[in-house]
């Protein structure tokens, strides 16, 4: 079985060029599919979130993440870890929301799941990530997930603070930047 890693796979921005892969992507998620064939162009178009493909060597789509902007809203400022101490030691008008890199989609083409390609665009949009948080500020990560999928998440340093995770369709999950620059 082929791993795959930076030397055979190469990742680009969606665009119309890739109309013939895209046709042809098959995860095992129908909604996701239906997301990369019929919105992520036009959440493109209204800068709601960017389409990162994951292509093998010869222009085969492995997977794709969507990633946006989004806000990490602390639902327990109490009992709420930022930067070793408890929010509630901050003062009183500290915020209970925080910038974040929303991780919307990411969905690996059900012949290629196991071979790395969602480690690969986790990892990218980790990068992408740690750089906006010297431009622009970015505490954490946030990634929609699905309950199937939360323990992959989790074996990759995401956390859930959602309760009652069994009624849900899609689950937030969180991982702070400070882990990624030594902090």
């Known amino acids: 079985m082929e791993f795959y890693n930076g030397s055979n796979s ?10 013939s ?18 919105d992520a162009f036009g959440y493109q178009n ?10 093998d060597d010869k222009n085969k789509l492995l997977a794709y993440v969507t990633l946006g902007m989004g806000s990490l809203r602390i639902p327990d400022m109490h009992e709420f870890d930022f930067h070793g101490k408890k929010l509630k030691e901050y003062p009183k008008d500290f915020p209970n929301q925080f910038p974040a890199l929303l991780i ?3 969905a690996t083409n059900k012949d290629d799941e196991n071979k ?3 480690g690969l665009l986790l990892d990218y949009a980790l990068k ?5 948080k010297q431009k622009i500020g970015c505490a954490y990560v946030l990634a ?3 309950p199937e999928s939360l323990d992959w998440y989790k074996k990759n340093g995401f956390q859930t603070y959602v309760k009652g995770i ?3 369709e899609t689950i937030a999950e969180w991982q702070s930047t400070a882990r990624f620059a030594g902090g």
């Not at 209204?46 to 292509?55: A, H, K, R, S, V």
């Not at 992408?128 to 906006?132: G, L, N, R, T």
């Open 166 to 168: 069994a009624s849900k």
């Open 104 to 106: 919307g989609k990411l």
């Open 10 to 19: 190469h990742i680009e921005v969606l665009n119309s060029k890739h109309s």
């Open 128 to 132: 992408i990530a740690m750089e906006e």
């Open 21 to 38: 892969v895209v046709v042809l992507f098959e995860s095992s998620k129908p909604e996701l599919n239906e997301f990369l064939r019929k």
């Open 144 to 146: 929609h997930v699905y």
């Open 46 to 55: 209204l800068n709601l979130g960017i389409t990162y493909l994951l292509l």
């Open 116 to 118: 790395g390609c969602g």
